[in-house]
């Protein structure tokens, strides 16, 4: 259905009918079917019950692919056998461990964020060890261990290897204009110039300079975007695609629909971080899309 006539005169499919009226339903092969909003109008349990049907068969079709590219990425950013861990067969065996049927039921949970990748990651080490060789987990754990002891991407007043953090309010990446401020317990917090949490900051003698040394050796960096759209079925695989054309591990995905607009909120990370107009950039030219910005 793509809209209706009363009297052989185009109404608001929420137009209320009186007795006598008379309906056509206009339909296409081209819709891409119902909208959310409908039913805030629909007066019929069956409809509704419909409506709901679609956008659940369709939600999941959604979590299903999110589930698979995040599982997937997350099992590649680590260096483990992708071809063995994703095989139909061995992804049915991960699921029937988590209590699910079928490896697309778990692919469906990770999609919609009730499943954990770190916890699917962990059953897979207890059914196909021969996956996860100990020297590389082992390798993984030291790295990041001693990236987050010291992060050599940022000089205070001049001077690198000074304890700092990123603050994750806004999540500064290099190429931001950058201001730090000294905190009671973590060092030296490390914010966007234009963070509103700095705006509101009042002891302006603990502002520090700082600045990016060029080193960026605290890769990953997280990245969150909010993007603002005109409702549309499918509309979550076409936002996520530039996000994989520039290979940026999604590490969390949010989405609400109000008023036929959707809003979604992406979180990643990159090696890159001078991607990141790139990633904008690519975003705004989906048709759909109003608005994009940076958290």
């Known amino acids: 259905c793509v809209g209706a006539k009363v009297n052989n005169r185009i109404e608001p499919l929420n137009y209320e009918l009186k007795n006598g009226d008379l309906v056509e339903i206009m339909t296409s092969k081209q819709s891409p079917g119902p909208s959310k909003d409908w039913l805030n109008f629909v007066k019929s349990a069956h409809a509704r019950n419909k409506i709901n049907q679609f956008f659940k068969k369709q939600d999941r079709k959604d979590n299903i692919e999110v589930g ?36 697309e039921d778990l692919l469906a949970q990770i999609g919609a964020a009730s499943v954990r990748v770190k916890k699917v990651i962990d059953h ?13 987990t082992q390798l993984v754990l030291s790295e990041s261990t001693t990236l ?25 990446i290099p190429g931001d204009e950058i201001i730090g401020y000294i905190t009671s317990t973590n060092g030296i917090s490390i914010h966007r110039a234009d963070c509103k949490n700095v705006s509101i900051q009042k002891v302006k003698e603990k502002f520090v300079d700082v600045e990016w040394s060029g080193r960026r050796t605290n890769f990953p960096y997280d990245v969150v975007v909010h993007i603002e759209a005109i409702n549309k079925t499918g509309g979550m695989m076409e936002i996520l695609k530039p996000f994989y054309d520039i290979n940026a591990h999604i590490t969390n995905t949010f989405s609400k629909t109000q008023r036929n607009m ?3 909120t992406i979180s990643c990370e990159m090696d890159k971080p001078e991607n990141v107009p ?17 958290q």
């Open 68 to 103: 698979r590219v995040e599982l997937e990425g997350e099992l590649k950013k680590n260096h483990f056998d992708t071809e063995l861990l994703l095989k139909n067969s061995n992804l049915d065996k991960v699921a029937e461990s988590f209590g699910y049927k079928t490896h």
């Open 124 to 136: 897979m080490k207890e059914l196909f060890p021969e996956a996860f060789p100990v020297e590389q």
């Open 148 to 172: 987050n002891r010291i992060n050599n991407d940022i000089l205070v007043n001049g001077i690198p290897g000074i304890e700092t953090r990123l603050a994750r309010c806004c999540n500064p």
């Open 262 to 264: 959707d809003y979604y």
């Open 278 to 294: 790139l990633l904008l950039k690519e975003i705004r030219k989906i048709p759909e899309v109003v608005s994009v910005s940076r």
